[in-house]
């Protein structure tokens, strides 16, 4: 690149007031592209706050109707949503029961708030009484016998109403057991959008309290991904896209910048970053002792994401950064 040098080169022309570096952006932040975060939990006007995670709530049903309602008024067009069972047992069963906890929000969100794009959550941790993301015998996650119960969850959300599933567990071969099963089913038109690069990351820690999923022995590191490889991670999204993947997601995205970039670059598929809970309860505890600006820090967080290369954001923050936005 031969540009010219100063002084008649000077960048900092373009810097001189808000009009032009608005002009000049090369990226942008959207409501359009963002997702929220939803736990659900039975019950009846039920807004349990959680500890790690300023903001964050387990709701009932009626509550994450209003939590969308008004996530929805502000322009946000989707949430990704969690359940939390009032019984955990050693297949899963209420991953995939027909009036499981997903399934009935997944039923109301689309009757009352019908134009909201309901995303679910695909995995077997939270059902599981030893918090693991797939069958376990003999101390080990078995994988391949966990797939039928991934592929039954997902077609039993899907036929609750759920527009997107997004299988999170890891397993492998996951997605092509997913599409069979949801074409099978007559669910054709149901897209995939896959955690393909998911790492067994330490920023996770908040989320494991509010969706009470804790494994009870051991680790994840055996199927989530090692923090130190990026090109495992564009040989996993390969894989889940050849399988039928719509969409891939890196998570975390913020410590992952690298691999959402790499991702977007190579595949060029939508491409989703997860700012996960440990991000967000950085930033919240940070700014509640004053050490940083959240709106500032949060966007700018997010804007990274979106330079690195994601289209979509899921994020904890959707409803503040939607206000932020519509007040410029």
């Not at 109707?65 to 955990?88: N, Q, S």
């Not at 906890?101 to 109301?108: A, D, G, K, M, P």
């Not at 996650?141 to 039993?156: G, Q, V």
């Not at 509640?288 to 954001?313: C, K, P, Q």
Request: aromatic share 6%; with cysteine.
């Amino acid at each position: 690149m031969n540009l010219p040098g100063f002084p008649v080169g000077r960048p900092r022309r373009l810097r001189t007031s808000p009009a032009l570096r608005r002009l000049v952006a090369e990226t942008s932040l959207n409501v359009s592209q963002l997702v929220l975060p939803l736990f659900a939990r039975s019950g009846r006007k039920l807004r349990r706050p959680v500890n790690a995670m300023p903001g964050v709530f387990q709701l009932s049903p009626d509550e994450i109707v209003r939590e969308a309602t008004a996530a929805h008024a502000l322009g946000v067009p989707a949430v990704l949503l969690f359940g939390i069972p009032d019984k955990k047992d050693a297949k899963a069963s209420g991953a995939y029961a027909k009036n499981g906890i997903v399934q009935q929000v997944t039923r109301l969100l689309k009757k009352e708030v019908p134009s909201l794009l309901v995303i679910t959550d695909v995995c077997l941790c939270e059902y599981m009484e030893h918090g693991h993301c797939g069958i376990v015998h003999g101390g080990k996650i078995l994988n391949d016998p966990s797939l039928k119960l991934l592929a039954r969850t997902a077609a039993s959300q899907a036929e609750a109403g759920a527009d997107i599933v997004a299988p999170s567990d890891m397993m492998d071969g996951r997605v092509r057991a997913i599409r069979a099963e949801l074409d099978n089913e007559g669910l054709i038109d149901t897209p995939i959008m896959s955690y393909a690069a998911k790492f067994a990351s330490a920023f996770y820690g908040p989320f494991r309290e509010v969706a009470e999923s804790a494994p009870a022995f051991g680790d994840r590191r055996s199927y989530q991904m090692d923090a130190a490889n990026s090109n495992e991670a564009i040989r996993e999204v390969a894989l889940d896209i050849q399988e039928g993947a719509d969409m891939v997601m890196v998570k975390p995205a913020l410590a992952y910048l690298d691999i959402i970039h790499r991702v977007k670059t190579e595949f060029g598929l939508p491409t989703a970053a997860y700012a996960v809970s440990g991000e967000h309860a950085m930033i919240k505890a940070a700014a509640a002792n004053g050490w940083i600006d959240e709106r500032n820090v949060t966007l700018e967080s997010l804007l990274a994401m979106r330079r690195a290369g994601a289209d979509i954001l899921i994020t904890y923050a959707a409803m503040d950064v939607a206000r932020w936005l519509k007040q410029g």
